[in-house]
């Protein structure tokens, strides 16, 4: 089994930053792709950036040149700074590790969500 804990949510105003992170542990062979989602209030999860094992990223085009992505991989970790947020990045962000197990299988998990909240 596979825990992710994530944290650095909150209320921030508009302009404002925000770090989130994301830890996983547990039954982990390798990480193939870890990445960040987020849902709004009435619309549906979307991605906001990936990163896989040669450190590439992608990114939502909404948020291109305000967020970073990166990964720690001796401790199983992913963040999102975030900067320059504005109202309409209010939502709850999921993280989301796409892994090989012990048994070599490829297994999905996300984390428990955090919300980000921007308004002044």
């Known amino acids: 089994q596979v825990q992710l804990v994530e944290s650095g949510g909150g209320l921030v105003q508009p302009g404002g930053s925000l770090r989130l992170s994301c830890a996983a542990s547990?039954?982990?062979?390798?990480?193939?792709?870890m990445g960040w989602y987020r849902q709004a209030p009435g619309k549906q999860r979307e991605l906001v950036a990936g990163?896989?094992?040669?450190?590439?990223?992608n990114y939502s085009d909404s948020v291109k040149g305000r967020f970073t992505i990166s990964r720690d991989n001796a401790k199983n970790t992913v963040f999102l700074q975030m900067n320059s947020l504005k109202p309409e990045d209010t939502a709850v962000y999921y993280c989301?590790?796409?892994?090989?197990?012990?048994?070599?299988?490829?297994?999905?998990?996300w984390g428990q969500g955090t919300q980000v909240t921007v308004s002044s």
């Open positions: 547990g039954s982990i062979f390798r990480i193939n792709r």
């Open positions: 989301n590790v796409q892994i090989l197990t012990m048994r070599l299988t490829r297994a999905d998990y």
């Open positions: 990163i896989v094992s040669d450190d590439s990223t």
